[in-house]
């Protein structure tokens, strides 16, 4: 066991030795400070204000201005041997999971930037939000890119 216990002496003094000066006896234990900065770093990242996103192309009961159409669009490479690999190894039909974790990834950034598109136009939300997709090869490696579309609208 490295550390006998938070307050022991020579413990801390092993863990100046082991992450140099700066570290913080918290409730985990030791954390090297370059690493809690990083947490913090994560933490205090900006977040976009949750705009409400619907498929309809109205919002019942609820006047509003329309402001502009918005996109938030990601493209993101694969290795398409890679995936070949991957996919001999599935059942014939089966899913081809690789991928169906890449396209959920892709849609969850796609809708973050639309997202972050609406807020910056000072929507409150974005109806007839829809989905576009396409996957091309380009130098050997599939490419998806991944669009999230619809209209930024304002509350009255």
Known sequence: MLFKSKQDEETIKRA?????????RGLAGFVPNRKKKRQSQAAARPTVDRILLTTTETLPGQDYTIIDPVCGITSQA???LADLGASGKQPSGGELKTYT???????????????????AKGADAVV???FDSAVATVNGSQVQTVVAYGTAVKFE
Not at 102 to 113: L, T, W
Request: proline share 0%.
């Open 16 to 24: 100046q030795a082991m992450y140099g000066q700066g570290i913080n």
């Open 78 to 80: 694969q290795n398409a």
């Open 101 to 119: 974790k890449a396209n959920a990834s892709a849609r969850q950034v796609a809708i973050e930037r639309l997202r972050a598109a609406a807020k």
């Open 128 to 130: 007839g939000m829809r």
